[in-house]
């Protein structure tokens, strides 16, 4: 399965999964919905990105005068085994071996036209953007690196997922908004989840299944139902637990969930382990498992348990998140005698 490939990746330290032009769009236009001036005279930086082949850094290099961007950075990380070949665009399109960064604030209009590799050149022909050699090897955690961190105001990329807990504290160390992809499984993790319980960090818009999929490089495997090779000729992996991790508000997260009382769940819930049953209780908290988002009950005012799928639908006007996963005990939640997957304690406002 796909998900497997990026287990596996993860394990491997295999971290070249390309993010699709249609999903970085997608998501950022919701952001843009909410605030149309979001990123006006802002300062981008995509700090996992070689500029010939990450969407982000096209996304934003073709919208930069319509986003009203101050300065656009995108740096790429390598293994730096050719230090004898000069910096050039033709170079690096031909070998992108050399760890680098572009630095554009300034795009002329007919430049915002098309993402085939000449756009770069287009970009660089204006002598106020930059492509230069970085002296380290790129590592979002070098003094380099880190310097242009704290100059951006954003922090947009799809970080490493063998590194992600150590991407997320460089970034929020900074206390810099950011938008980045991950895994669904890093809201269990324990850097993270302590920022999604105080509001420091939530889920955006697309979830699981409503990526696109990841382009891979061709030493990947395609196998499963959920990979396939586009019209382009990119070998694309395909994830049901895909999520974004960010700090900028987006509508949805002021939208409650639309709920039945108990008496209507137990009538009219689509879930067999909710219709016609009562609501169990955890052996070792006081709260009630609720197997499914929309089983919540909108009558019960104590603690509930509910998937960490929730936070996709979390309107933090109208739940409070108390803890997770752990009972009194310290062990984790458990009905009669089973745990059930990953929980989220929850209770109404």
């Known amino acids: 399965?796909?998900?497997?490939?990026?287990?596996?990746?993860?394990?491997?330290?295999a971290d070249e999964f390309y993010t699709q032009w249609s999903d970085i769009e997608t998501e950022i236009q919701a952001y843009l919905a909410f605030n149309p001036h979001l990123f006006r005279n802002k300062t981008v930086l995509c700090p996992c990105d070689d500029p010939y082949k990450s969407n982000f850094f096209k996304y934003f290099a073709l919208h930069f005068n319509d986003l009203?961007?101050?300065?656009?950075?995108?740096?790429?990380?390598?293994?730096?085994?050719?230090?004898?070949l000069t910096l050039s665009a033709d170079n690096l399109q031909e070998d992108t071996k050399i760890p680098h960064k572009i630095e554009v604030t300034e795009v002329a209009n007919h430049a915002n036209s098309t993402t085939d590799l000449s756009y770069i050149e287009r970009i660089?022909?204006?002598?106020?953007?930059?492509?230069?050699?970085?002296?380290?090897n790129g590592d979002f955690r070098s003094e380099e690196i880190t310097a242009l961190r704290n100059e951006a105001d954003f922090i947009i990329t799809n970080p490493p997922f063998s590194l992600f807990r150590?991407?997320?504290?460089?970034?929020?160390?900074?206390?810099?908004q950011f938008l980045v992809i991950?895994?669904?499984?890093?809201?269990?993790?324990?850097?993270?989840?302590?920022?999604?319980?105080?509001?420091?960090?939530?889920?955006?818009?697309?979830?699981?299944?409503?990526?696109?999929?990841?382009?891979?490089?061709?030493?990947?495997?395609?196998?499963?139902s959920?990979?396939?090779?586009?019209?382009?000729?990119?070998?694309?992996?395909?994830?049901?637990?895909?999520?974004?991790?960010?700090?900028?508000?987006?509508?949805r997260r002021y939208q409650?969930?639309?709920?039945?009382?108990?008496?209507?769940?137990?009538?009219?819930?689509?879930?067999?382990?909710?219709?016609?049953?009562?609501?169990?209780?955890y052996d070792n908290y006081d709260a009630i498992e609720v197997p499914f988002t929309d089983a919540i009950p909108a009558d019960y005012d104590g603690i509930m348990g509910v998937p960490i799928s929730f936070l996709h639908k979390y309107c933090p006007e109208q739940f409070e998140i108390v803890k997770f996963r752990k009972g009194d005990d310290g062990k984790d939640l458990s009905v009669n005698g089973k745990c059930p997957y990953f929980r989220i304690l929850i209770k109404k406002r």
């Not at 993270?192 to 990526?211: T, V």
């Not at 959920?226 to 508000?249: A, K, P, Y």
């Not at 409650?256 to 209780?281: C, D, V, W």
Request: charged share 25%; aromatic share 10%.
């Open 1 to 13: 399965m796909a998900t497997k490939t990026l287990v596996m990746a993860k394990k491997n330290k």
């Open 68 to 84: 009203g961007l101050k300065k656009l950075i995108a740096t790429c990380y390598k293994d730096a085994t050719n230090t004898q």
């Open 124 to 136: 660089l022909a204006n002598k106020k953007n930059m492509l230069t050699r970085l002296a380290g």
């Open 166 to 176: 150590e991407f997320i504290a460089w970034i929020t160390a900074a206390k810099k």
């Open 182 to 224: 991950s895994n669904m499984n890093a809201i269990t993790y324990k850097e993270i989840f302590p920022l999604i319980k105080s509001n420091r960090l939530w889920l955006g818009l697309a979830f699981g299944r409503s990526f696109q999929g990841f382009i891979v490089p061709k030493n990947y495997p395609l196998n499963g």
């Open 226 to 251: 959920e990979t396939r090779v586009d019209g382009q000729g990119n070998r694309i992996v395909s994830t049901n637990n895909t999520i974004w991790l960010t700090n900028i508000d987006h509508g």
């Open 256 to 281: 409650p969930l639309q709920l039945m009382t108990m008496a209507e769940n137990f009538k009219f819930s689509k879930h067999k382990q909710i219709r016609g049953k009562k609501y169990e209780k």
